[in-house]
């Protein structure tokens, strides 16, 4: 199917697990993105990808991984979860060029570190 | 960086009635406005976005906009609203970047909309 999909929806890990949230887009977009969504916080920036192999950092990188391999996947990894990272996480792709103007994105992964 | 603030964290609202919900952002240079919605258990969908032209900016389900450059804003207003626009809404500011069109996305930190029958 087309789009941007993320997996799993749900996750349950325990304190000091490592956990890797998976995006896949079907667009060949260049940007891709990773937020994190919190009451009273509305939407963060983590981490965000320009192309293959290009990564920067967002707002509030500490605690998490990404890599990019491959245009279409963008994942982002939790070397040693916390309770401080129980969120709901949004994955999200945009192009580049005059008509590329939207960004789209993922169903969310809703995260919880017990 | 940008800083975007959303006004009013909870907008409670009779079915029929108009609403509006505030947006201001904090830079003056040539910005991308985006206003998007998300409702329950669900990802974010985008209702309207203001990239240049037209001050007036008309969405999806009957909600427009108006880009205020002077005071820094991005209202989001429907003329009468249903049950079904209870939902969460996010402004969004994106700067313009030399060779690319959309940058990165600077949120709100949403206001809850609820529609009362």
């Keep these: 199917d087309a789009g941007i999909t993320q997996s799993p929806r749900y996750k349950i890990t325990e304190t000091g697990r490592q956990v890797t949230l998976m995006c896949h887009q079907t667009w ?37 991984v990404v890599s990019r391999s491959k245009t279409e996947n963008f994942p982002l990894t939790l070397e040693s979860a916390t309770r401080s990272q129980t969120s709901v996480y949004f994955c999200a792709s945009s192009g580049i060029g005059h008509l590329n103007t939207e960004a789209f994105f993922g ?7 017990v | ?13 009779f079915e029929e009635a108009p609403v509006e919900l505030r947006c201001n952002y904090s ?10 919605v998300q ?23 009957g909600f427009e906009a108006e880009f205020n450059k002077s005071q820094t ?7 009468s609203v249903h049950i079904s626009d209870t939902a969460e809404y ?7 970047n030399r060779g690319s069109t959309l940058g990165r996305l600077y949120f709100g930190r949403g206001t809850q909309l609820t529609v009362w029958p």
């Design chain 1, 28 to 64: 060949s977009h260049s940007y891709m993105f990773w937020y994190r969504q919190d009451l009273g916080h509305g939407l963060r920036l983590i981490y965000y990808s320009a192309a293959a192999d290009i990564t920067d950092k967002g707002e509030v990188p500490d605690g998490y």
């Design chain 1, 107 to 113: 169903q969310g992964t809703r995260l919880t570190v």
């Design chain 2, 1 to 13: 960086a940008q800083s975007v603030t959303q006004l009013d964290s909870q907008v409670p609202v």
């Design chain 2, 27 to 36: 830079s003056s240079v040539s910005v991308y406005l985006f206003w998007y």
């Design chain 2, 39 to 61: 409702y329950p258990n669900q990802g974010l969908q985008l209702l309207l976005k203001y990239l240049s032209g037209s001050t007036l900016v008309k969405g999806i389900n």
């Design chain 2, 73 to 79: 804003s991005f209202h989001l207003r429907k003329p």
């Design chain 2, 90 to 96: 996010f402004c969004a500011v994106s700067d313009r």
